[in-house]
């Protein structure tokens, strides 16, 4: 079962396992996007019909051997659905989204085990300088927001987050999320910790969902902090 942290991830579901806009290409650091850029380059169609293809293959290449991810047979079978993966784009996701995963290693809570691995992490902020006592540092500035998304999920999640109502408890996770994504910042320093989550975390993750209606706003929600 998810934990509150993972109910919303910008309304998607999270497996672990291009044409830029402008002001943003491939070729710029992932840390460096802006979140309209990332936004952009995510949901342009013909990107993802891109990814799409790219997907199928690969599922049709690996599905010989039997080696199919379920990110890869959701993008090849679905005209809806996509999957971005940190390995090749991780400028596609947003920092919020990289955020909850490294709580997530960190911090699994009771009972799940963590959805990356932390040794891979820990080599990363060893070479970014963060020192080792990053995770005593991460929890005391973001401590809030993990006892939140660690406690027993609610009984029924909004799908997306433009559509939950002022006051839910969707809105009350977005907000906490950002205040302790910006304590985070303030802790290590804005860029570090932003090129710790591109360099550290991003390539150890694989996403898919189900591109729906309003997901792109809600995303941008997510990001702003439900202002």
């Not at 009771?110 to 995770?135: C, F, K, N, S, T």
């Not at 005391?140 to 433009?162: D, E, F, W």
């Not at 320093?189 to 150890?204: I, M, N, Q, S």
């Amino acid at each position: 079962m998810l934990g509150r942290g993972e109910l919303w991830i910008s309304g998607v579901v999270v497996l672990f396992l291009a044409r830029g806009a402008a002001g943003a290409s491939p070729s710029q650091p992932a840390a460096a996007w802006t979140t309209e850029a990332r936004l952009h380059a995510r949901f342009d169609p013909d990107e993802m019909s891109k990814r799409r293809e790219a997907q199928a293959d690969k599922a049709h290449r690996m599905g010989v051997q039997g080696l199919v991810s379920p990110a890869q047979e959701m993008a090849a079978t679905g005209s809806g659905a996509d999957a971005i993966s940190g390995k090749e784009t991780p400028y596609l996701f947003l920092p919020n989204e990289l955020f909850d995963a490294l709580l997530a290693s960190g911090y699994p809570g009771q009972g799940r085990p963590a959805l990356v691995r932390r040794g891979e992490i820990e080599a990363r902020a060893a070479a970014l300088g963060l020192g080792g006592d990053m995770w005593t540092r991460l929890q005391r500035a973001a401590g809030t927001y993990i006892s939140l998304r660690n406690a027993p999920p609610a009984k029924s999640v909004t799908p997306l987050l433009q559509d939950a109502a002022e006051g839910s408890e969707e809105r009350t996770i977005c907000r906490t999320r950002f205040r302790a994504l910006g304590a985070a910042r303030r802790e290590f320093g804005a860029e570090v910790f932003d090129r710790l989550l591109y360099e550290g975390v991003a390539p150890l993750l694989s996403m898919s969902y189900v591109v729906r209606p309003g997901l792109e706003e809600s995303m941008r929600l997510a990001e702003e902090g439900c202002p």
